[in-house]
């Protein structure tokens, strides 16, 4: 296969050369942190006054982590490290959970951000002939505007059409022949049920491609969305507080995602211990963003479980990989005592072929105990009036969840299309259980 690359002298840079520009990032990214009120407490404790108490890569272990909690503490400006007027972006986290996070872009940042997108989408073998829909949420969440720069640092066509409206979405890639869409997992699955409905024909489009991201999914579903609809699907990562999208990205090979090095230095820690776990092992991913000067944020513990790769990969970047983000080390759920991750379910149940692109996990209290429903839509080829292959495939289910989580959950069935679906990030978990104070 022939690889291409957007910026080939950083992508396959020798890794002692990319360690010293790591080294050499840091140092400047210590010094800009040390002009906000947060880092100049927190680096001083730590006994780092200045710039020069950053010698080798090995010291980034003396400087705190930062959490989500210590920036919303800096909520709004606390964070800021550049003269306001310098400022000329601003994206935020929804706030759903509490206090919105705000991180602010010089022009500068805003710059570099676009060309690690741009990095990301040229690798996965795009170029200016594409057709490029965005079909992600724009405003202050950075999926849509940050795909949006990076597509057009590349030169495709790009149709800002957000997400939602399947209709006008199959109306614009017929009118305008896209090649490329960008959306959640979520949105795609979807995107192709309703497909299925309207009776629209794969072969009146022109998709090569999909950038999923922004949500955890299986690989079952990765196989899912690539044959149903005919494309490659490329996995996305990235949070609002290194930026948004361009943290790191598959290519080509699609066998994991590489991390930009040059932009972010990645660790994995154990998320109980925060010690540094052994090669390859899983652990949660602390992220240092080197290519940022309005909001600096430094070891940042972003909850998501992952770990890398060790092989080196045959596209030739030297970045290494991260493997598929499975979930958060918040999202695990414990159900009468058994340690459950959502995405141990979506893996089970994707990979079986009658079942529908939605689903939908509940946990509730039943008396004392917890208890778990699986609610699942069939596939369309699935008649709801026929109750003797129902029960088999809701017993089928429930073994094979059995096998996998060691709890016997109850499965429902659901026509296709009727569950609920949400536009941004899918909701997959309703808990219901009243919270320990
Ligand atoms: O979701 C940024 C983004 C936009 C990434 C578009 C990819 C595509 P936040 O809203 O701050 O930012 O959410 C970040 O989403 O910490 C993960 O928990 C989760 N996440 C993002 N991408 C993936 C992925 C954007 N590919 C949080 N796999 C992160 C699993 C993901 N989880």
């Known amino acids: 296969m022939k690889y291409q690359y957007w910026n080939e002298q950083f992508e396959k840079m020798p890794r002692p ?21 947060f880092y100049r407490e927190r680096l001083t404790k730590a006994g780092i006054r ?40 601003l994206h935020a986290s929804s706030g759903t959970t509490g206090t919105p996070t705000t991180i602010y872009f010089s022009r500068d940042d805003l710059s570099r951000w676009t060309s690690f997108v741009a990095r990301c989408i040229y690798g996965t073998g795009c170029d200016k002939t594409d057709v490029f829909q965005n079909m992600i949420t724009y405003g202050l969440f950075t999926g849509g505007l940050g795909f949006h720069a ?7 066509l790009v149709i800002p059409s957000g997400s939602g409206n399947t209709a006008r979405q199959f109306r614009l890639m017929q009118d305008f022949g896209t090649t490329v869409v960008h959306a959640t997992p979520s949105f795609l699955l979807h995107v ?51 930026n948004g999208p361009g943290v790191a990205f598959e290519c080509q090979c699609k066998n994991g995602l ?32 080197l290519c940022r000067e309005a909001t600096p944020i430094l070891r940042y513990r972003t909850r998501d479980l992952t770990g890398f790769y060790t092989e080196p990969c045959p596209c030739g970047r030297t970045h290494r990989r991260l493997r598929r983000i499975t979930g958060r080390s918040d999202d695990m759920l414990i159900i009468n005592g058994v340690n459950v991750f959502p995405s141990q379910i979506e ?31 069939v596939g369309p080829e699935i008649f709801m009036d026929d109750a003797r292959p129902l029960n088999a495939l809701r017993d089928r289910i429930r073994a094979h969840l059995q096998a996998s989580i060691s709890i016997n959950p109850r499965v429902e069935l659901h026509e296709h299309g009727s569950l609920p679906i949400s536009e941004g990030k899918a909701v997959r978990v309703k808990d219901t259980r009243p919270r320990d104070l």
Do not use: C
């Open 150 to 156: 990076g597509g057009e640092e590349v030169g495709m």
């Open 50 to 89: 200045n710039e020069a108490g950053i010698k080798s890569l090995e010291d980034l272990r003396r400087i705190p982590f930062t959490t989500k909690q210590d920036l919303r503490s800096g909520f709004p400006y606390g964070f800021l490290s550049i003269p306001r007027e310098e400022v000329v972006r």
């Open 17 to 37: 050369d990319l360690e010293s520009w790591q080294l050499q990032r840091l140092r400047a990214v210590t010094a800009t942190a040390l002009r906000t009120p």
């Open 258 to 289: 590489h991390i930009w090095e040059d932009g972010y230095i990645a660790e994995i820690v154990d998320p109980q211990t925060l010690e540094p776990v052994a090669d390859g092992e899983t652990g949660e991913l602390v992220l240092t963003i």
């Open 192 to 242: 192709e049920s309703r497909m299925r409905e309207e009776g629209v024909r794969r072969e009146s489009l022109a998709l090569k491609r999909a950038f999923a991201g922004a949500e955890p999914y299986s690989e079952d579903t990765r196989r899912r969305i690539e044959g149903l609809l005919h494309i490659d699907v490329y996995n996305s990562y990235g949070l609002s507080e290194m």
């Open 347 to 377: 893996e089970v149940i994707m990979a079986m072929k009658e079942v529908g692109n939605n689903y939908l996990i509940v946990v509730e209290k039943d008396g004392a105990l917890d208890r778990l429903t699986v609610k699942t839509e």
